[in-house]
């Protein structure tokens, strides 16, 4: 089994897949085994020590039974790195209601700008390296997207935000102004991931994305630090 992958390092090419999916029980739980010794190397001894004989050893599956099912290394960390993504849309759907019903519009706002930027944290601290070139694969607005199933969920839930809390809001085109807000974090925060992880870590870039949202909304910014926690982002 190859020990790495070489991609054009634009984000835009996908990661390599599996080269078959696990049919029965002893040979999906051969492929979890796998999946889970290389989640666990990831968080205990990081991606430098993530090789094919690592994974081998740690999950107890011989390297042609891994082979069987996964090209390289990255092809196994792309599963695992979806299952990680799924995850957090999971999240993502189950705080749709709380985020419109239930907070105000900073702290909606906030937590989805948290939330989006916790995630891509993760996803570095585990990999740096593997998400850069793969960053585009894991854009949380396309997942969130595809498990809705609507290629404009992402927008409808800030515009059912936006709509939700009107009075605090300065709504001259709720559809347009979802749209903004939408395409405006997906692009800074990708462009992040890719350019600027450091970003991520600062506080000031969650309260510049904020800031930019009530520009867009046509409200006044208080300059006062949100404490909204992050919980799951779009």
């Not at 090419?13 to 078959?20: D, E, T």
């Not at 585990?126 to 969130?144: K, S």
């Not at 450091?198 to 969650?206: D, I, K, R, T, V």
């Not at 904020?210 to 779009?234: H, M, N, T, W």
Request: hydrophobic content about 40%; some cysteine.
């Amino acid at each position: 089994m190859s020990e790495s992958f070489s991609v054009p390092a634009d984000g835009l090419s996908p990661p390599p897949k599996p080269r078959k999916l696990p049919q029965q029980s002893r040979s999906r739980m051969l492929v979890a085994s796998v999946k889970e010794a290389c989640l666990k190397i990831l968080r205990e001894k990081g991606p430098r020590a993530l090789t094919a004989t690592e994974i081998a050893d740690v999950s107890g599956v011989s390297m042609g039974s891994i082979y069987q099912y996964f090209p390289n290394v990255d092809a196994i960390v792309a599963t695992v790195y979806e299952e990680l993504i799924e995850q957090e849309i999971q999240v993502a759907l189950q705080k749709k209601t709380l985020w419109r019903d239930h907070m105000t519009l900073r702290d909606s706002m906030m937590a989805m700008i948290r939330g989006t930027l916790s995630f891509h944290r993760r996803m570095l601290q585990l990999d740096q390296d593997f998400h850069q070139r793969f960053y585009q694969t894991f854009d949380l607005q396309h997942w969130f997207n595809r498990v809705a199933g609507d290629p404009q969920a992402s927008i409808r839930a800030i515009y059912d935000i936006l709509v939700a809390h009107g009075e605090e809001a300065s709504l001259r085109d709720p559809e347009m102004q979802a749209f903004i807000l939408t395409t405006a974090y997906h692009g800074t925060i990708l462009d992040a991931v890719k350019f600027r992880p450091e970003y991520l870590q600062s506080p000031e870039f969650a309260d510049y994305l904020l800031k930019l949202s009530y520009g867009v909304l046509g409200i006044p910014f208080e300059d006062q630090r949100d404490a909204a926690p992050a919980q799951g982002g779009v």
